[in-house]
């Protein structure tokens, strides 16, 4: 499964003002359950917020990758967020956070999640993509260089 999969240029969003961590995974519990009829926000953002409590998904380089597995979800999905400002995210590196690529996929699909997110990992690991993520204009643009990443 890649990014093209699980995104869709409605669930991206970039310049977001968000002051918070709670903040971001609220927005990016909204952004991801668009047209998602198994997934509503409340399910989405406390899925977030149990995922951050056992650690935080921030994984360097100003990057975080949200996630969890639902229930009676059906099919993997996907979110990406850009705030207008680095934040606080008690990323592992411990720089703030402006990139934030959210993943969730249904509660059985243990191999799913960790391939998903080994993906993700690998794809944002890559210092000119994430550059590019950080300057580019519109949605749109920023949703076409993920989906061919």
């Given at each position: 499964?890649?990014?093209?999969?699980?995104?869709?240029?409605?669930?991206?969003?970039?310049?977001?003002?968000?002051?918070?961590?709670?903040?971001?995974?609220?927005?990016?519990a909204r952004l991801v359950t668009f047209r998602s009829p198994d997934l509503t926000p409340v399910q989405a953002f406390d899925g977030l917020i149990s995922r951050?409590?056992?650690?935080?998904?921030?994984?360097?380089?100003?990057?975080?990758?949200?996630?969890?597995?639902?229930?009676?979800?059906?099919?993997?999905?996907?979110?990406?967020?850009?705030?207008?400002?680095?934040?606080?995210?008690?990323?592992?590196?411990?720089?703030?956070?402006?990139?934030?690529?959210?993943?969730?996929?249904?509660?059985?699909?243990?191999?799913?999640?960790?391939?998903?997110?080994?993906?993700?990992?690998?794809?944002?690991?890559?210092?000119?993509?994430?550059?590019?993520?950080?300057?580019?204009?519109?949605?749109?643009?920023?949703?076409?260089?993920?989906?061919?990443?």
């Amino acid at each position: 499964m890649q990014i093209h999969d699980i995104l869709s240029v409605e669930r991206v969003a970039i310049g977001v003002d968000a002051a918070s961590k709670k903040a971001v995974l609220e927005e990016l519990a909204r952004l991801v359950t668009f047209r998602s009829p198994d997934l509503t926000p409340v399910q989405a953002f406390d899925g977030l917020i149990s995922r951050e409590r056992l650690g935080s998904t921030g994984i360097g380089n100003g990057l975080a990758i949200p996630h969890g597995r639902i229930k009676h979800l059906t099919t993997a999905i996907g979110a990406f967020l850009r705030t207008e400002s680095a934040l606080d995210f008690d990323a592992i590196d411990g720089q703030p956070v402006d990139l934030f690529f959210a993943l969730f996929v249904p509660e059985e699909a243990t191999d799913t999640h960790l391939t998903m997110l080994a993906s993700l990992a690998k794809t944002f690991s890559d210092e000119r993509l994430v550059g590019r993520l950080r300057t580019l204009p519109t949605t749109q643009t920023v949703y076409s260089l993920l989906v061919t990443a």
